[in-house]
Structure formats: structure tokens, C-alpha cells
């Protein structure tokens, strides 16, 4: 037997599909009921490719129906009612979502292709997290903001992508609501699911008609949804591009907008950091999620001493990572999210090998169905090598070196990104000196991808504007008479 034999066997423990009750088809959610599509299309899964439903494209016409909806529930009743009252229904949506995470976590897991453990241990919990979060703010946003005067500014357009589907509907709907502002939601085409059963526990809180709308669809869906003059606010998360063609857009039409985009994130490890718990941390900062994670730690900046050891000891840590069935409990690296997605990563890949960059991947065998890519490592990287600048928004690390702080800083602001940073050292000083001068809106220090609901997070230059979480969260969905 091989050693990868060895490392492939094990008992697979897969999560039952029935858990997702998934239905045949959908339509769009609307006015607190279901409206049947005029277009749909079929959404599939990414680890197997095969269907999972039918869901709407939503045209023009849906787009203004949800945007109407909104705005009658914004005028009739939600914008008026007891924020004590309005914090009721999110606590209601925090609790349920909490009651059914199994339900929620395989249908993540079966429509986006990440692993279940991550979708049970991380999307659920702080999906729910952010609902209680900002139930407690609702009824306190005088508090909040004393001597401002806080209003809703009305019906928000939220555009969100595919790579934590449901926790980022929790940061764009929960902030909104607990403002008072009412919604018209995009999930992102390829992971529509996890969206639309979060309708039933809208029905399950007893939320008040179109106070919540879903529209599923691609990017026409959005580009309609962000032209709609009833929309008073844009709330992005995505592309740097299509982020730049929303301001655009939106330059001179009085809508709010706050983007988050990409990121080419640095995690810097000094010398004096233990190297063991750094490795931990470089794994889960690049291969979380596939890497798709807007905020990952991409770039790896190691000085120049501890090169060697800590390289090696990736190594034979990546040689550990299980890849496959996103539904086995086992999986540490599940299906990446799309052909295009796919596509994207090799292609990054390749030019990184052309540059003269040297490849990494441990030997691992892949499932011959669906959409995969093997956790890889590079070094020899140079600052100027695409994939030391590009966001490739999959399991692919650049490692990179320096010598003294200041050229680790250097190297790590040389990006037109600015989303998030870490950094690794037994020295507290030097923690405080490289998070002030990192132009990056998180920066960890032995630690990344934590997430908290009280902790604001969003990015600089083009990683974009404005803050999702605590009270810079609430900001963008509020006016104030001053
Ligand atoms: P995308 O920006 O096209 O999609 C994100 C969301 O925007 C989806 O809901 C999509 O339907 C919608 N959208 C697309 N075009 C639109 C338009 N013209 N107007 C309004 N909404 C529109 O991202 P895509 O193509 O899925 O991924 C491309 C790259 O973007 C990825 O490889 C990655 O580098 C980056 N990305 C970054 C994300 C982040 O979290 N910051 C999330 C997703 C992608
Ligand atoms: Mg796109």
C-alpha cells in the first residue's frame, strides 16, 4: 500500500443529502411569497456536477416587483415599527437559523462545495451569530449614535457572491434590518439554495411581507437591481470589476453604496513566531474554503532565516490535507465552486510556472467528477509574477521573503489591495508597529480568518469601502439629521 493509499483510505462520513430537502424547483421570494418565474435555470452541484434544481433568472419586470414590495413594506409598517419589536424578528431568525444549521450546512456544503465541517463549524454559527448581534443593536441605535438622530434610509439592494453565500447574506440583511431599512437580495448564480431556504425561516419568523425579497440570477439580475431607481442603497460583495462598474453606475444617482472586493492579503512570519502554530495558521489563511476567501493569506512573507524549516514543514502539512467529497467530515479541501472559477485558478497557475516560479503540490488523487484543484505552494516567487499580485481566489500560496521589518511592510503594502493582513511574532511592539503601518482594514497577529460579529471588517484602495460588522456596520444603512 502507498502512503497515499494510506492517507486516502479511512472511513468516508458522508452527510446525508436528505437533509437538505431540496426541492425541484424555485421561484423568486417576493412580497413574503413565491413568485413563479419567467426564466430559470438549473444549479448544480460542483463536487459531482450533477442537478440539484431549477431556480429563477430574474428579468427586469421581477427586479421591479421586488423593488416595489420593499418599498410598501418599508412605508407601511416596517420603517414605523417599535425597534424593540424589530429586534424581536431578528433574535426569531438568529434562533432559527441556529435550530435548523444541519439542514442549512448541507445544502452549503451540496451547492457550494465546501467542506461540511467548515459550513457546520463556521458559515452556521456565524450566520446566526450576526443576527444576534444586531438584534441587540436595534432598539439601541440612539445609544449607538447619540446626538445623530438615526433613521432607515429605505429599501437596500444587496449583491452577494458565491463563496459564503449564507453568512454573507447574514452581514448584508441583519445590519440593514436592525436599521429599520427594508430588502431586495441577490445570492450569487452558482449558490442560490442556501438564499431561498432562508425564506422558509423568514415564514418561520412571521416577518411582515416584503420586508425580505430573494431574487436569484446572474449578474443581469444585479446590474437591474443596482440601475433600479427605487433602490436607495447598493451593498456589494465581489469583484474588484464589477465593483468598479457598480460606482460607476451609481456616480451623480444619490444611492449609498459600499463595496468589498478582492484582496491579495500578506501573512508575514518573523523569525521569533512558533513556526508550528504559523503553519497552522498559513494552511487555514490560503487552503480555508479553497481559498475562496476574499480576505486569505495569499502572499507569504517569511524572513529569511526560518525559510527553510518553515517551508518544509508546509510541505508536509499540505501532505495531510484531505481533498474531496465536500459532504465527508473528514475533508479539509472541498470542490472548487465553479467551471469558470476553475478555469481561472489554472490559468493563474500556469503563468505563475511560466514566470519561473517553482511548484508544490503534494500527491493526492482526485475525484474524476467535478471541479477540483490540489492545494499548491510557490516559491521562488517575485514581487512582480502575477501571482504575487493577482487575486486567484483559490488553494494557491506565493511564498516570498525579507530580511527586516521595514522591507517586510514594503512588500506587503505593494498591492492595489488592502483587505487583510497577519502577522507572526513573539514581540508585542512589533505586532503594534506593523498593524499601524499595514494598509489593510483586519490585521491578525498570530492568528487569520477569524471572524467576529462585533469586529468591523472591510478593505482600503481597490479592496473597496465601508465596514460589514459592529457598529461601522450599521452606519451605511442609516441617515442622520445633524
Ligand atoms: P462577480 O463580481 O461577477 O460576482 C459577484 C456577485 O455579483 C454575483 O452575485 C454576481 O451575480 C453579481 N454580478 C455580476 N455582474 C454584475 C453586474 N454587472 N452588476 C451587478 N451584479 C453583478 O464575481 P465572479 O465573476 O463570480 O468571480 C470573479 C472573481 O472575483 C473571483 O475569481 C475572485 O477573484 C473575485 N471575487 C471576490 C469575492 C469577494 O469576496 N471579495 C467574491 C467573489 C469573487
Ligand atoms: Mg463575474
Redesign the pocket.
Known amino acids: 500500500m502507498t502512503e497515499l493509499d494510506k492517507k486516502q483510505i479511512g472511513v468516508p462520513v458522508p452527510a446525508d443529502w436528505a437533509y437538505a430537502r431540496l426541492q425541484e424547483r424555485y421561484g423568486h421570494f417576493v412580497g413574503g411569497d413565491w413568485l413563479e418565474p419567467a426564466e430559470t435555470y438549473t444549479t448544480i452541484s460542483p463536487a459531482t456536477e450533477e442537478p440539484l434544481a431549477e431556480v429563477g433568472q430574474a428579468t427586469p419586470e421581477e427586479v421591479d416587483r421586488a423593488v416595489a414590495a420593499a418599498r410598501a413594506a418599508f412605508e407601511n409598517g416596517w420603517s414605523g415599527l417599535a425597534a424593540s419589536e424589530r429586534a424581536k424578528y431578528l433574535f426569531r431568525i438568529a434562533r432559527i437559523l441556529q435550530e435548523r444549521a444541519r439542514e442549512f450546512a448541507v445544502l452549503e456544503s451540496l451547492n457550494g462545495g465546501k467542506p461540511i465541517k467548515e459550513s457546520r463549524d463556521v458559515d452556521l454559527p456565524l450566520a446566526a451569530a450576526h443576527f444576534f448581534y444586531y438584534a441587540g443593536w436595534a432598539d439601541k441605535l440612539e445609544y449607538a449614535f447619540p446626538n445623530r438622530r438615526p433613521h432607515p434610509i429605505g429599501v437596500a439592494g444587496q449583491?452577494?457572491?458565491?463563496?459564503f453565500p449564507l453568512l454573507m447574506l447574514a452581514w448584508k440583511i441583519a445590519p440593514a434590518l436592525a436599521a429599520g431599512n427594508t430588502v431586495v437580495l441577490?445570492?450569487?448564480?452558482t449558490t442560490p439554495l442556501t438564499a431561498l431556504l432562508f425564506a422558509d425561516v423568514l415564514r418561520q419568523a412571521e416577518l411582515p411581507a416584503g420586508v425580505v425579497n430573494l431574487l436569484t440570477g446572474?449578474?443581469r439580475?444585479?446590474?437591474a437591481?443596482?440601475e433600479h431607481p427605487g433602490v436607495d442603497k447598493i451593498a456589494?460583495?465581489?469583484?474588484t470589476?464589477?465593483g468598479k462598474?457598480?460606482q460607476r453606475q451609481l456616480a451623480g444617482s444619490g444611492k449609498r453604496l459600499t463595496l468589498?472586493?478582492?484582496?491579495k492579503a500578506a501573512n508575514i512570519v518573523f523569525d521569533d513566531a512558533a513556526l508550528d502554530q504559523a503553519v497552522e495558521g498559513i494552511v487555514n489563511g490560503i487552503y480555508f474554503n479553497q481559498g475562496h476567501v476574499?480576505c486569505a493569506g495569499s502572499r507569504l512573507f517569511v524572513q529569511e532565516s526560518i525559510y527553510e524549516p518553515l517551508v518544509e514543514k508546509l510541505r508536509r502539512r499540505l501532505e495531510t490535507l484531505r481533498v474531496g467529497d465536500p459532504l465527508d467530515k473528514n475533508t479539509d479541501v472541498g470542490a472548487i465552486n465553479s467551471a469558470?472559477?476553475l478555469a481561472?485558478i489554472r490559468e493563474l497557475v500556469a503563468s505563475g510556472e511560466e514566470e519561473g516560479a517553482q511548484i508544490y503540490q503534494p500527491p493526492c488523487r482526485l475525484p474524476e467528477k467535478g471541479y477540483w484543484f490540489v492545494p499548491t505552494v510557490f516559491t521562488e516567487v517575485a514581487q512582480s509574477y502575477r501571482i504575487a499580485q493577482e487575486?486567484i481566489?483559490g488553494p494557491v500560496l506565493s511564498v516570498l521573503t525579507f530580511r527586516t521589518p521595514e522591507e517586510a511592510l514594503e512588500k506587503a503594502n505593494n498591492t492595489p489591495y488592502g483587505l487583510s493582513a497577519g502577522v507572526w511574532t513573539e514581540k508585542g511592539s512589533r505586532i503594534l508597529w506593523m498593524a499601524q503601518r499595514l494598509r489593510a482594514g483586519v490585521v491578525w497577529a498570530n492568528t487569520f480568518n477569524r471572524f467576529d460579529p462585533t469586529s468591523p471588517f472591510g478593505g482600503y484602495k481597490e479592496s473597496g469601502f465601508g465596514r460589514e460588522g459592529g457598529l461601522h456596520g450599521l452606519e451605511p444603512y442609516l441617515r442622520f439629521d445633524e
Open positions: 449583491i452577494i457572491p458565491w463563496n441577490k445570492p450569487a448564480e446572474d449578474g439580475t444585479g446590474a437591481l443596482v456589494f460583495t465581489g469583484s470589476e464589477v462598474a457598480i468589498e472586493l478582492g484582496g476574499c469558470q472559477q481561472k487575486e481566489f
